[in-house]
């Protein structure tokens, strides 16, 4: 059975969320991870879907240093009081 656009954007939120601090991901990096985890249950464009699902909600942002990357929004110093 597929996977929903919900379930793969949760999957790749939680990766995200982990590699936050170690390693900076890609929209591919992604993807391959999805296809790796659920097989021919996600395909591209469902995984697509999903990082713009996270994008559009706020929960993940792109960031530009030499190449695009995925992150969580980051938290400015003054935010924190």
Do not use: W
Request: glycine share 8%; charged share 30%.
């Amino acid at each position: 059975m597929a996977k929903t656009v919900e379930e793969i954007a949760d999957a790749m939120f939680n990766m995200v969320k982990d590699a936050q601090g170690q390693k900076k991901l890609k929209p591919m990096d992604l993807t391959k991870a999805m296809v790796s985890i659920f097989g021919d249950e996600v395909d591209k464009k469902t995984c697509k879907l999903a990082i713009k699902q996270l994008i559009d909600s706020g929960k993940c942002v792109y960031t530009y240093f030499g190449g695009s990357y995925i992150e969580l929004p980051h938290r400015e110093g003054a935010a924190n009081d």
